[in-house]
C-alpha cells in the first residue's frame, strides 16, 4: 500500500514555533513539534532558529515531502552584506516605534496618503515604522543593514540554507503587504516609501507566487514560500464569503476575504493580501488572551475559575466596562494607554462582576473590530473563534451577543501551521489552487441577549470616548 504523501506547515508566532505534519490529501495532523521563543518585544532570530530545532527533533520531519512556514507579521529583521544579523528583530509588539510612526504618517501627508499608497497607515507595529526607529536611535545599525526581511522570510531561508538549498531571500504578498511599502492593491513594492522609513535604499525579498516552489533541500523536500500568520490562519481555515475570524491569542485580530482591497484613512482596517490571489481586510489589537490572564491573576483564580465567575454574573457585569489597554493598544492607536475600569460602584464590585467585564472588554475591543470588516465591504454571517482564549467557556457563551452574531468554534488546531502546511501541499502539488481540507467545527452559539450586548457595547464607547477623546 503506497503512503499518502506528507507536508509539513510550521508557525513561528510571537510565543513558540510549532511545526505540524499532516496529510497532503485531507490535512489530518499526523504529528507536531513545539519549542519556545524568548517572551520579548525583540528577540536574536538565531533563537528563532533554536525553536525550529527543538519542534523537529526526533524525527518530526520523516517523510515530508513539502514545507511552508506561517510568520508573526511586521517584525523587522535587519541583514548586513553577509547576510548577518545586524541587530535584534523588534518584533510588531514592540512601541518604541509609536513617534517614528507618527512622523512617517505626517511626512507622506496623512493617513489618508497611507491607505492610498499601500492600504496600510503606519503605526507602532508596522515594520516601516521599525525601521525609522532605527535610522533615528542606532544610526550605526541602519548604516550595515543591506536587506530587511520579515520572520517568516528569514526562518524559511535559514532552513533552506542549511539544507542546501537557498537561492534567493523571497517572501509572499500576504505577510509583505504587513510592511508600510508593499501595496497589496498593486503587488508591488513601494521602494520610494521604504527609503522614506529607512533614509536609504535596502534589499527586499523576492514576492514569490502563492503556490511557487522557492527550493528545494538537498533531500528534494519542497520548501514553498510561506505567509503572514494571519494569512496562514484564514488559508488552514478554508475561509469562505461570509466568515469573519476573530483570533483570540497574544494579539487579538478580526479578518475576512475579500475580493477587492480597502483604503481606510483611520489606519483601523489594514488592507493586506491573503496567501491565495485576493485580500485580507483586518484589525489588529494588542491586548487579547493575555487580557483573561492578567484579570485571573488579579482575581486569584485560574481560567477556568475565571470562567465560573464571569458566567455567574449578569450580562453587562453590572455596569461594569473594562478599557483592556494592559499592554497599549494598536487598535485604536493608543501605544501609551493604560488599562482602565469604569462604573465601579459599591454594589457591583463583585468578583463575578470584575471577572465578567474581564471577558467583556477583551471581546468588545474585537467587536469593534469585526464592525469595521464589515464596512469595509465584508458580510458578517458568522464570527470563527480562533486562539487560545477560544478555549473560554466565558467567551463562547457572551461573544455572540457582543458580536451580534453567531459564533462557530472550530475544533482546536494551530490553524496558522495548518495553514502554512496546506500552502506546502498546493506547491507539492502544483494545481490551480490549494487543496481543499475539512474543517470541523466543535461548537456553535447564536445570540441570546443581543440588546444586553448593545447595552455593553454603548457603555465600552463611552467609556472610550471619554478617556482617550479623538481614540480612532
Given at each position: 500500500m503506497t503512503q499518502r504523501p506528507l507536508v509539513a506547515g510550521v508557525d513561528t508566532s510571537t510565543q513558540s514555533c510549532k511545526v505540524a505534519v499532516c496529510d497532503a490529501e485531507t490535512g489530518e495532523v499526523v504529528r507536531i513539534g513545539r519549542g519556545t521563543h524568548p517572551d520579548a518585544t525583540e528577540v536574536d532570530p538565531a533563537r528563532w532558529w533554536q525553536a525550529w530545532e527543538?519542534?523537529?527533533?526526533?524525527?518530526?520531519?520523516?517523510?515530508?515531502?513539502?514545507?511552508?512556514?506561517?510568520?508573526?507579521?511586521?517584525?523587522?529583521?535587519?541583514?548586513?552584506?553577509a547576510d548577518e544579523v545586524v541587530r535584534p528583530a523588534l518584533l510588531w509588539n514592540d512601541t518604541r516605534s509609536a513617534g517614528t510612526?507618527?512622523?512617517?504618517?505626517?511626512?507622506?501627508?496623512?493617513?489618508?496618503?497611507?491607505?492610498?499608497?499601500?492600504?496600510?497607515?503606519?503605526?507602532?507595529?508596522?515594520?516601516?515604522?521599525?525601521?525609522?526607529?532605527?535610522?533615528?536611535?542606532?544610526?550605526?545599525?541602519?548604516?550595515?543593514?543591506?536587506?530587511?526581511?520579515?520572520?517568516?522570510?528569514?526562518?524559511t531561508g535559514r532552513i533552506l540554507s542549511a539544507a542546501g538549498g537557498f537561492e534567493e531571500w523571497t517572501t509572499?504578498?500576504?505577510?509583505?503587504?504587513?510592511?508600510?511599502?508593499?501595496?497589496?492593491?498593486?503587488?508591488?513594492?513601494?521602494?520610494?516609501?521604504?527609503?522614506?522609513?529607512?533614509g536609504r535604499d535596502l534589499a527586499v525579498p523576492r514576492v514569490a507566487g502563492p503556490a511557487e516552489v522557492?527550493?528545494?533541500?538537498?533531500?528534494g523536500m519542497v520548501v514553498a514560500p510561506g505567509t503572514g500568520d494571519n494569512m496562514g490562519a484564514a488559508l488552514g481555515l478554508g475561509l469562505r464569503r461570509g466568515d469573519v475570524v476573530v483570533s483570540l491569542g497574544?494579539?487579538?485580530?478580526?479578518?475576512?476575504?475579500?475580493?477587492?482591497?480597502?483604503?481606510?484613512?483611520?489606519?483601523?482596517v489594514?488592507?493586506?493580501?491573503?496567501?491565495?490571489?485576493?485580500?485580507?481586510?483586518?484589525?489588529c489589537t494588542l491586548n487579547a488572551a493575555r487580557v483573561l490572564t492578567s484579570g485571573a491573576s488579579m482575581l486569584g483564580v485560574d481560567l477556568a475559575g475565571l470562567d465560573a465567575l464571569a458566567l455567574a454574573a449578569e450580562p453587562g457585569a453590572g455596569g461594569l466596562t473594562l478599557l483592556p489597554f494592559l499592554d497599549g493598544e494598536r487598535t485604536p492607536n493608543l501605544p501609551e494607554a493604560t488599562g482602565s475600569l469604569h462604573g465601579l460602584t459599591r454594589t457591583n464590585a463583585t468578583p463575578e462582576?470584575?471577572?465578567?467585564?474581564?471577558?467583556?472588554?477583551?471581546?468588545?475591543?474585537?467587536?469593534?473590530?469585526?464592525?469595521?470588516?464589515?464596512?469595509?465591504?465584508?458580510?458578517?454571517?458568522?464570527?470563527?473563534l480562533i486562539g487560545g482564549a477560544a478555549k473560554s467557556a466565558a467567551v463562547q457563551r457572551i461573544a455572540p451577543d457582543l458580536f451580534g452574531a453567531?459564533?462557530?468554534?472550530?475544533?482546536?488546531?494551530?490553524?496558522?501551521?495548518?495553514?502554512?502546511?496546506?500552502?506546502?501541499?498546493?506547491?507539492?502539488?502544483?494545481?490551480?489552487?490549494?487543496?481543499?481540507?475539512?474543517?470541523?467545527?466543535?461548537?456553535?452559539?447564536?445570540?441570546?441577549?443581543?440588546?444586553?450586548?448593545?447595552?455593553?457595547?454603548?457603555?465600552?464607547?463611552?467609556?472610550?470616548?471619554?478617556?482617550?477623546?479623538?481614540?480612532?
Open positions: 527543538e519542534a523537529t527533533s526526533g524525527g518530526l520531519l520523516d517523510g515530508v515531502s513539502a514545507l511552508a512556514v506561517g510568520g508573526q507579521q511586521h517584525g523587522m529583521v535587519l541583514l548586513d552584506d510612526a507618527r512622523d512617517l504618517v505626517d511626512e507622506l501627508g496623512g493617513a489618508a496618503a497611507w491607505a492610498e499608497a499601500v492600504g496600510v497607515v503606519p503605526l507602532a507595529a508596522i515594520t516601516a515604522a521599525k525601521l525609522r526607529w532605527v535610522r533615528d536611535h542606532e544610526p550605526d545599525a541602519m548604516a550595515r543593514a543591506a536587506r530587511v526581511v520579515l520572520p517568516h522570510d528569514w526562518l509572499d504578498a500576504g505577510d509583505a503587504s504587513g510592511t508600510g511599502y508593499f501595496s497589496a492593491a498593486t503587488r508591488e513594492y513601494r521602494p520610494d516609501l521604504l527609503r522614506l522609513a529607512a522557492v527550493g528545494r533541500t538537498r533531500d497574544t494579539s487579538g485580530t478580526a479578518f475576512a476575504r475579500h475580493d477587492r482591497p480597502t483604503a481606510d484613512a483611520r489606519g483601523f489594514q488592507s493586506f493580501a491573503d496567501a491565495e490571489d485576493a485580500f485580507l481586510p483586518l484589525v462582576n470584575l471577572a465578567r467585564a474581564v471577558v467583556e472588554g477583551m471581546l468588545l475591543g474585537l467587536a469593534d473590530a469585526v464592525d469595521a470588516v464589515r464596512d469595509a465591504g465584508c458580510p458578517v454571517e458568522r464570527v470563527l453567531p459564533v462557530a468554534v472550530p475544533a482546536p488546531g494551530e490553524y496558522v501551521a495548518v495553514g502554512a502546511a496546506r500552502q506546502a501541499a498546493w506547491a507539492l502539488t502544483g494545481g490551480a489552487e490549494a487543496p481543499a481540507w475539512d474543517v470541523p467545527v466543535e461548537a456553535t452559539a447564536d445570540p441570546v441577549a443581543p440588546e444586553r450586548g448593545a447595552e455593553a457595547r454603548g457603555r465600552y464607547a463611552d467609556a472610550l470616548s471619554t478617556t482617550h477623546p479623538g481614540a480612532v
